[in-house]
């Protein structure tokens, strides 16, 4: 069976297993397909490719689907990502603050447990639907595209301009699922470390737009800021970049402009 294998940089080949020596120089950085990761190290490393790649095959039926529901409502989604602790949700219950009757907008809302964040963004104008991981997903620490699919029932997605699902908070799996949605949009606090791209690209590369949150918090931390701009440029050397402070309301309007576009233009 051919494989296709991504190197550090973004770039890729295929060639054939037959192809393939790992005695020899050839050694570079294995993404199968589909974003698997290099497996070698396990006795059963083929048969564990096979069937990730299998299940991110059926993921990514299920997200064309929902993307064709999508399209169908005339709704446009973003696939809000962060780790932990990033501010992800009070940045967005200060956009829904900010964007008001100017945006129909609807919200999925995952977590492993609790309604914790799912409460918190409710009153503010937007219909929220909840996911815990935990109810019926095997407690997983992201969001894939059948439980995004779970959700819409709940939501009236033909009155929506714009659905924003804010994923699971992790920095590695919710970057490996594509969910339908249009643009991806994550959350990066400055109390994580400028390393940061560079010990997560996957997650970095695959974002369309990196808010750079917790900027007020920059005079009190020990973060070189422009060392993560170069390190956060090696992996994703053209995404878009706001800086943002959900506590001071600094780059709101603007994260709350690049929705606006994104839903008048897709």
Known sequence: MGRF?????????????????????????????????????????????????????ENDHTAEANRSDFAEAHVHVVNMMSSPGAGKTTLLREVLLHIGATLRVGIVEGDVETSIDADR?????????????????GGECHLDATMVRSALPRLPLADLDLLIIENVGNLVCPAEFDVGEDARAMVFSITEGEEKPLKYPVMFRSADLVVVNKIDLLPHLDFDLAAFYSNLRDVNPHVRTIETSAKTGLGVDDVCNWLRALADHG
Do not use: C, M, Q
């Not at 963004?121 to 997903?137: C, D, K």
């Open 121 to 137: 963004l409710a009153g503010l104008g937007a219909p929220v639907s909840l996911i815990n991981t935990a109810n019926g997903f």
């Open 5 to 57: 294998h991504y190197h550090a940089d973004g770039t890729g080949h295929s060639h054939d297993d037959d192809d393939h020596d790992h005695d020899s120089a050839h050694e570079h950085d294995h993404r199968h397909e589909g974003g698997v990761g290099d497996h070698s190290g396990y006795t059963t490393g083929g048969l564990r490719v096979d069937v990730l790649e299998k299940i991110l095959g």
